[in-house]
């Protein structure tokens, strides 16, 4: 319940299992699904890209999600719905591709309307929990609150996944769907008990004197304000840097330094490792909300800064040869990737409710709806974009080197240009509280 001092760490605990009740039916879609395809069925990787990309093009609707919650003021319902639609796109999806090989138009129809169930549903329970943990947590447990969310989320990755796999032996396309439709509605329950009684009911509001503002007027008014337009684009330039080296790291490692599979997925472990105590660090030092190291915009921008630095470094790695300091390199981007964020995280939360209404209605919705869209595509776009620029830096300078240093290198300038913009994150308006402050007393 939410309570004058907001939510108790073990309220948030609970919210954090609505992410991992999310995570763990995302990644069976988004890794076991695309594993299915590729390898068992013998289908082009491009499929399963394609689907994949198409859930993230959905997110670009976010800000449609949160502006309904908006009008309804609860959360709630939005989050409980969103989850059953991920829980349907789920096993919908898992059906789709045991039929690929036996009836390929309708299991094909099947995934394509799946994962835009998926996307949907990712959006809606996922921008609305976000307004809820902005809405009910102290602002100095934001930074410490988003951590916990964030973990519980990857927890859902790290649980599901092997256990999945295990279940999914010896392989049959019933035994995919049990496992996804199990899942799912295991998932499905775990978030409708966590969220249960978490946001009391509403109190009748007054009356409005007129009708709803539409949703295209208050999407131009959010956009309008200076604030929320330059959070955007900090949230996708910062996140494009931030996904555009999922893809290549692993085959840089191997092509340059020839590292074995194996050898490469302990660097990604490792990257993920630092991602972890990257964030729990920026919990830790801000939660008592005190002095200047709790600002979250401070450690937004340190974030950024360390992870330019280490895509230069990593990049430097590969002309310098066996002898480098690679895998130091790549803690170190997982470790400043996982401080940046965490605290831009906080300060989505805290920003959500800055800049009032001309109605008197709340924004919050509408406002982190236009953040998570802008995420969203910037993560879909982020990876491709990442792999076709080495292809085509391949193509234009000849030698694999320079080809990924040169990705890397945009990448650093594109997370330079976030910590310009993060500098600036809150400082406009005399009459609005600086983001400096936005310690974990105004943000995250």
Not at 77 to 93: F, K, N, R, Y
Not at 327 to 348: D, E, K, Q, T, Y
Request: charged share 10%; aromatic share 8%; glycine share 14%.
């Amino acid at each position: 319940m939410i309570t004058p001092q907001g939510f108790g760490w073990g309220t948030i605990v609970r919210l954090g299992l609505v992410q991992t009740a999310l995570g763990a039916i995302v990644v069976l879609i988004t890794s076991t699904l695309n594993r299915v395809m590729v390898v068992e069925l013998a289908l082009p990787a491009a499929l399963p890209g394609g689907l994949v990309a198409l859930h993230y093009a959905v997110q670009a609707l976010r800000p449609r999600w949160g502006y309904g919650s908006d009008l309804g003021r609860r959360r709630t319902p939005w989050i409980v719905g969103g989850m059953a639609l991920l829980a349907l796109g789920g096993t919908g999806a898992a059906l789709g591709t045991a039929l690929l090989s036996g009836q390929p138009a309708i299991g094909f129809s099947l995934l394509v309307l799946s994962f835009l169930a998926v996307g949907i549903g990712v959006g809606a329970a996922g921008t609305s929990l976000l307004v809820l943990l902005s809405t009910g947590v102290a602002p100095h447990r934001r930074g410490a609150a988003a951590t916990i969310v964030w973990i519980m989320m990857i927890a859902g990755f790290v649980v599901t996944a092997p256990t999945a796999g295990h279940l999914l032996d010896p392989f049959s396309g019933e035994r995919l769907v049990a496992v996804s439709g199990g899942v799912s509605l295991i998932a499905f329950l775990v978030a409708l008990l966590a969220l249960w009684g978490v946001e009391p009911p509403r109190a009748r509001a007054p009356e409005r004197p007129g009708p709803a503002r539409p949703f295209a007027k208050v999407l131009a008014e959010v956009w309008a304000e200076p604030e929320a337009r330059r959070f955007t684009v900090f949230v996708f330039l910062a996140m494009l840097a931030y996904s555009a080296q999922e893809l290549i790291l692993e085959p840089f490692a191997g092509l340059v330094f020839a590292l074995s599979p194996g050898a490469t997925t302990k660097l990604s472990g490792l990257q993920n490792g630092g991602v972890l105590a990257g964030m729990v660090l920026v919990a830790l030092v801000t939660a008592n909300g005190r002095g200047r190291l709790a600002s979250l915009r401070l450690w937004t921008i340190a974030g950024c800064l360390g992870s330019a630095a280490a895509l230069v470094a990593i990049a430097a790695c590969g002309f310098a040869g066996p002898g480098a300091p690679l895998r130091a390199c790549i803690a170190g981007l997982g470790l400043f990737n996982g401080m940046f964020a965490v605290a831009a995280i906080g300060s989505m939360m805290a920003l959500a409710g800055h800049g009032g209404a001309p109605d008197g209605e709340s924004r919050h919705g509408t406002r982190m709806g236009v953040w998570g869209a802008a995420q969203g595509i910037a993560f879909g776009l982020g990876g491709f974009l990442g792999a076709a620029g080495v292809d085509l830096a391949r193509l234009a300078f000849g030698t694999v080197v320079l080809a990924y240093a040169v990705v890397f290198v945009t990448e650093a300038a594109l997370f330079l240009v976030a910590a310009g913009l993060a500098a600036r994150i809150g400082r406009p308006a005399m009459s609005a509280p600086p983001l400096g402050s936005l310690s974990v007393r105004h943000a995250v």
